[in-house]
């Protein structure tokens, strides 16, 4: 099977965005937030580079409770590891009336997830199938963020596709949900380009002493 490269992920992200206007630019403090994302997410880790866009959100008009709320938004990262292998595991003959509750209380009907189920195809299932406590704990952790508001929806999407748009993650299910979001909460082709070139410009993991 062929991997997904920064090109490949260009390449949708131009093609999805064709004949869109180009519309505003990222403003200082979005710029920021996104660069200091990168820096700190697990697939980087690069202190040096998180303390420089650090300083650069705060001079900005940016807080350190937004800086943390970004870390705790892409320390989430580690789920895509649930969401890729969790259903290529052979199925528990798992079904029971507690399963039922904890699908009825996360998923339900909710359209954002029947949108995440296109992206995904099987983990929530499988997830639940496998262990109903980190099923209810994917829900609970990834949820933070989106309950503490300290960062704006648009903001978020900005940084979560960046994230998964960097040469060091590349995870296309993930870039494409936000992608999508980006563009539903009315953020720009413009600011979509700028943050994935942000993101294509960053190194891989520099290691941690």
Request: proline share 4%.
């Amino acid at each position: 099977m062929s991997g997904l490269t920064v090109d490949d992920l260009r390449a949708e992200a131009e093609a999805r965005l064709a004949g869109l206007e180009d519309g505003a630019s990222l403003d200082a403090l979005q710029d920021a937030l996104v660069r200091y994302a990168i820096a700190v997410s697990p697939s980087c880790l690069n202190t040096e580079a998180a303390d420089a866009a650090a300083s650069q959100a705060l001079a900005a008009g940016g807080t350190v409770a937004m800086l943390h709320e970004v870390i705790v938004l892409v320390s989430g990262l580690g789920v895509h590891s649930l969401m890729t292998m969790s259903a290529r595991l052979p199925l528990p003959d798992a079904s029971d009336a507690a399963r039922d509750g904890l699908w009825n209380k996360f998923v339900g009907d909710n359209p954002y997830w029947t949108q995440f189920e296109t992206q995904v195809p099987g983990f929530l299932g499988a997830l639940l199938a496998h262990s109903p406590a980190a099923f209810e704990g994917f829900f609970q952790y990834c949820s933070l963020p989106w309950s503490n508001r300290t960062l704006s929806s648009r903001t978020m999407e900005l940084i979560s596709l960046a994230v998964d748009a960097c040469p060091a993650h590349r995870f296309g299910p993930g870039f494409r949900l936000h992608l999508e979001n980006a563009l539903s909460l009315g953020l720009s082709r413009r600011q979509i380009l700028e943050a994935m070139d942000i993101a294509a410009a960053s190194g891989g993991h520099v290691g941690v002493h």
